[in-house]
């Protein structure tokens, strides 16, 4: 198996909403806010070759909203998906999967372009890719709630299943990628999917949005988006445990600088242990 790192680009998220109810005063020694309080985080997605197979674990935000959509994340830096892709050696043909842990639209905005911005018709930017959600979480994100509403966007996700290309993974049955389990929590939204795999003997786990950076490692570091947060709590506490047991490699998409971390048991609970590259292990 190889891996190959994804940067989709920076963007920027009110700090207040990205810690809960964590006062700024502490989350800011972390993560430090900018004059409109807002934080910077990275989309770090994540490329695995394993095989026959190329698969793509989520996409960043891609490019198809309008200037006053990007006016309020403020999409920055020098990498986007093709250009990862490109530096990686791939062409988004070659894509054979492309997995979402969730649907929100800093996950999966990227799968989908216009083929022309006036009459906004839309392709995939995959073409050869199968599209990976849940049923559940397609139920639940196209039907959306009105706190996630402005998260799940229709133009993200209807060309999935209007082009044949979505399928579902099954919680109940194994994953549909020999050799990589998947995680189903349930406290950010419902049934995120988390990657879970052995690379160069550690166990490595994509943590998406139950762990977005190293700032969000202390249990009530919880995002005051999540639906459901006392549920996050419960399965931060019962993931980042075992990740402490057992040397888990935590891989973070959000965290503007680390792109991996441990963490360790310690009496104040579950902290920090190191961070480092992907390229270091
Ligand atoms: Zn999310």
Redesign the pocket.
């Known amino acids: 198996m190889d891996l190959h790192i994804i940067n989709c680009g920076f963007f920027k998220l009110d700090g207040g909403a990205m810690f809960g109810v964590v006062p700024k005063s502490l989350w800011q020694r972390t993560n430090p806010a900018d004059e409109n309080n807002l934080c910077t985080w990275a989309t770090r997605c994540l490329l695995i070759e394993d095989g026959n197979r190329l698969i793509l674990i989520d996409n960043g935000i891609g490019n198809k909203q309008d200037a006053k959509f990007f006016s309020h994340y403020y999409l920055h830096g020098n990498d986007s998906l093709h250009g990862s892709l490109k530096k990686a050696g791939f062409d988004p043909s070659d894509v054979t999967d492309m997995f979402l842990t969730?649907l929100?639209f800093?996950?999966c905005g990227g799968g989908v372009e216009y083929k022309n911005r006036d009459n906004k018709e839309p392709r995939l930017v995959f073409p050869e890719a199968r599209y990976w959600s849940n049923r559940e979480h397609w139920q639940w994100a196209t039907a959306p709630n009105a706190r996630e509403k402005a998260?799940f966007l229709k133009e993200n996700l209807l060309p999935m299943q209007e082009s044949g290309h979505l399928h579902f993974a099954d919680p109940e049955e194994d994953s549909p990628f020999p050799g990589i389990e998947l995680l189903y929590v349930n406290g950010?939204?419902e049934k995120?999917m988390l990657p879970k795999f052995t690379y160069k003997g550690r166990t490595v786990v994509y943590m998406?949005?139950l762990l977005p950076s190293t700032g969000h490692i202390p249990l009530p570091y919880v995002m005051g988006?999540d639906t459901r947060p006392l549920l996050t709590l419960e399965e931060k506490e019962r993931i980042l445990k075992q990740a402490a047991d057992e040397h888990w490699v935590l891989f973070l998409e959000h965290d503007p600088v680390n792109e991996c971390c441990t963490v360790k048991h310690t009496e104040k609970g579950v902290r920090l242990d190191s961070t480092f590259s992907l390229s270091d292990l």
């Open positions: 969730h929100h800093d996950h998260s950010h939204t995120q998406a949005d988006y």
